[in-house]
């Protein structure tokens, strides 16, 4: 029995915005790793009850990494990327993903459209004793994961 989308990221799709426009990046990408998004708490304590007052703040901002294959040549995605880390003040980098695949029924997770910056870039490097395939990765700070359905 196949396991229904989004069960397994053989489906998954990833996308890149770095000016206006979205552009699928899927066949150069092989991991794209959310991290948790969380919100600080307080609490403070008070005489008359057994348990704390909690407070809860605003949603932190967070860094998705993602891990690209290096393709020779200026299609690969990764000059895009590099070239927005390398602008003065870098400049927005979008990242979206979808886990089931890349049509209109399925959720799609996204970084900031307008707010989303290449924090890190780690250049394609290698090993001559090694047969792994040449990788390189980048970060994205953002202040919000927004999930939608794919359009």
């Not at 196949?2 to 066949?27: E, K, Q, R, Y």
């Not at 959310?34 to 703040?57: H, K, L, M, N, S």
């Not at 690209?68 to 040549?73: F, H």
């Not at 290449?118 to 999930?147: K, Q």
Request: proline letters at 7%; charged letters at 15%.
């Amino acid at each position: 029995m196949a396991l229904p989308l989004g069960m397994s990221s053989c489906a998954m799709c990833i996308d890149l915005m770095t000016a206006t426009t979205w552009v699928s990046v899927s066949d150069n990408m092989s991991v794209v790793n959310p991290p948790t998004q969380t919100r600080p708490t307080g609490e403070a304590y008070v005489f008359g009850e057994d348990t704390a007052v909690i407070g809860v703040g605003k949603r932190q901002p967070v860094d998705v990494t993602v891990r690209g294959v290096w393709a020779e040549g200026t299609a690969d995605p990764f000059y895009s990327v590099y070239a927005e880390f390398t602008s003065p003040c870098g400049d927005m980098v979008a990242v979206r993903w979808g886990p089931g695949g890349c049509t209109t029924t399925n959720d799609v997770f996204y970084t900031s459209t307008t707010k989303s910056e290449v924090i890190s870039l780690t250049f394609p490097g290698g090993d001559a004793s090694s047969a792994d395939i040449i990788m390189y990765e980048f970060v994205v700070r953002t202040p919000d994961i927004t999930r939608a359905t794919w359009s």
